[in-house]
């Protein structure tokens, strides 16, 4: 008798079962394991992974690497691959290459070459040396090429412009060199450009219109050749458009590209001008810095908004009064070195302050007790510690935002922000650890510090004329790079009254590891009443180590005080000296004349004897 359908159904399944059960573990289904990557790509694989020094990781050679997968997975460190399969004849391609963080990874292996069927490869935050070579021409499937934060130099290989499907491009944070690469106007597949922290020169080609499909774009320490915006066309999906420090020197269009929808737009440090109302048309969007340019002109009411974190510092020729700011307001504006007129402004006393700031014509005749001292406890609390005099760090626990400043109350010192992360939209502003320092000076003061992503600057207001010691507090509280030999780097630049005074500076390095203190003491003349202290990133260092936006400056505190013999003048001649000196003047003349008399004596009398002598031989004479 045939078996019932619900029997029979119950047998299929129990069959099924066991066939499952009889397949051997791993880490794809069953119907996979048959499956084994090509030999080709294996040999290539294995000798990329051998001249990095992951040989071991990587398993005995007979283990197929597409059933392995993954060998070193953490926030610092990464090396695993991705592969796609062909269900007809059970053989697996590598497409995804990931291998980052590995201070040890310094070489372009040539076999990497023979993965030709790569989409993906990132080998960011490496320590990879040497010109890119032209052979990445044999990986034309490349849809994201991430190289970012390596050491690599040399101009951008020409074979480069074989990868017509890339959509993901970051190229950061090396020393390549040459033009900007005209022919990267025909990856018109890219929606993620990033290219600045190098050596790269302008203009932005004209060509880069082509780029429609573009999401994010990031250009910036370009140097030489003057660029304009002719290049900016109507690109529906642009979110981010960041062009800092690009050398352009046009004014915005007088009818602006369609950019329905942008949110973050940075035009920092270029030589922009005309006039501020041409800002209008991006006043949608939440991010917008256009310090450090010549814009002209009245702040028009329309662009504050309460959602907007808005930067025009350093626009000398702005004018008039500023608009009213909204009382739900969530970020201040920065308007540090413009001339925006006080006098029917709320707070005018404070506004007429950062004025002078910028145009470095405070006067001094208001401070009718200039101050010789001055110190800040970056990010933390106030704090008193006790030296030979009493020393305060005033409280700098402000929030900055995305743009903003803060005047002390006693109007002695200022502190100006600006910068925010185009993917993380909130800043921290201030860091702070728990842990203790021990074995240094006032060691509270680095457990707290502020940061930013862009520039960071502060003012003294009011010293009197005269030599200073300034002294920088610094302790890397963010980024371990020991943790797991991590690749995590913060470098940035100070400026002290205008006068670079370090390069790409890097706390750790400088102090000998993670969360470790150290100082920088810098001898300083001021002449007017204002000491600026800017620390700016210049494009360089790491990302997003360990969080996105883990980058740009930080300082933990700052003092300024007069050196103990602030003119280099010798102490005066303490008066007991003055005696034995005035003896020895006394005996040194003393002496010279006696002998001067001695010498005329014996003249006198040679003259004598001579006389004698001839009247003696010649009485007629």
């Known amino acids: 008798m045939a078996p019932s359908p619900p029997l029979l159904l119950l047998l299929l399944v129990l069959t099924g079962l066991g066939l499952a059960a009889a397949q051997p573990e791993g880490p794809f289904p069953p119907f996979q394991q048959q499956r084994s990557t090509n030999a080709a790509d294996a040999a290539a694989l294995r000798a990329v992974f051998q001249q990095w020094g992951l040989a071991a990781a990587a398993g005995a050679p007979e283990e197929d690497p597409c059933q392995k997968r993954v060998w070193l997975q953490s926030f610092a460190t990464n090396a695993s691959i991705d592969c796609g399969c062909d269900a007809a004849n059970g053989e697996c391609r590598i497409t995804h290459l990931n291998v980052t963080g ?194 002209s002109g009245q702040l028009p009411s329309e662009i504050v908004q309460s959602s907007l974190a808005l930067d025009i510092s350093y626009n000398p020729l702005l004018n008039g009064s500023l608009p009213n700011i909204p009382a739900d307001r969530k970020w201040p504006i920065n308007y540090i070195g413009t001339s925006i007129d006080a006098s029917r402004t709320i707070n005018s006393e404070n506004l007429t302050l950062l004025n002078c700031l910028g145009m470095k014509e405070c006067n001094r005749t208001s401070y009718t007790n200039p101050i010789t001292s001055f110190a800040v406890n970056c990010g933390g609390k106030q704090k008193t510690y006790q030296d030979s005099l009493p020393i305060t760090f005033s409280d700098d626990t402000s929030n900055l935002g995305a743009a903003g400043i803060h005047v002390d109350t006693d109007k002695q010192w200022v502190v100006s922000h600006v910068g925010s992360d185009p993917v993380v939209s909130e800043s921290p502003g201030i860091v702070n650890t728990n842990q203790g320092f021990l074995g240094v000076d006032m060691p509270e003061l680095y457990q707290t510090a502020r940061t930013s992503r862009s520039a960071l600057s502060y003012y003294v207001v009011g010293l009197s004329n005269g030599k200073y010691t300034v002294q920088l507090f610094f302790a890397e509280i963010v980024i371990d790079s020991q943790l797991n030999h991590g690749p995590g780097r913060r470098l940035f630049n100070i400026d002290i009254q205008d006068q670079n005074i370090k390069t790409d500076f890097d706390i750790t390095k400088e102090a000998g590891g993670f969360r470790r203190p150290m100082n920088i003491t810098y001898e300083v003349t001021v002449d007017n009443p204002v000491l600026k202290i800017h620390l700016y990133w210049n494009g360089r260092g790491t990302c997003c180590i360990p969080y996105e936006g883990a980058y740009g400056p930080l300082v933990s505190a700052i003092r300024v005080f007069r050196p103990k013999n602030p003119n280099n003048i010798p102490p005066p001649t303490p008066p007991r000296s003055a005696r034995p000196d005035n003896k020895r003047r006394g005996v040194v003349v003393g002496i010279a004349a006696l002998c001067i008399a001695m010498a005329v004596i014996s003249s006198s009398v040679a003259y004598l004897w001579w006389k004698w002598v001839s009247l003696v031989k010649h009485p007629n004479a």
């Open 102 to 295: 590995f201070w040890n990874i310094s070489v372009i292996p040539p076999a990497l070459f023979n993965l030709t069927e790569l989409v993906s490869l990132d080998l960011s935050n490496n320590n990879l040396s040497g010109s890119i070579p032209p052979e990445v021409s044999n990986l034309s499937k490349l849809e994201t090429w991430h190289f970012n934060n390596n050491k690599l130099s040399g101009p951008f290989p020409n074979e480069s412009s074989r990868l017509g499907s890339l959509q993901s491009l970051w190229m950061f944070d090396n020393y390549i060199e040459g033009l900007l690469p005209e022919f990267i106007a025909n990856f018109t597949n890219l929606t993620d450009l990033r290219i600045y922290g190098m050596k790269l020169r302008g203009p932005i080609p004209k060509n880069f219109s082509n780029l429609i499909n573009l999401e994010k774009l990031m250009l910036g320490d370009l140097d030489g050749g003057n660029s304009t915006f002719n290049f900016i066309a109507d690109w529906a999906n642009l979110s981010t458009l960041s062009l800092r420090k690009c050398g352009i020197i046009d004014q915005l269009p007088s009818t602006p590209p369609k950019l329905p929808k942008l949110t973050y737009l940075d035009l920092r440090s270029n030589n922009l001008s005309g006039s501020i109302q041409q800002l209008l048309p991006y006043r949608s969007s939440r991010y917008l810095y256009v310090g450090e340019n010549n814009f």
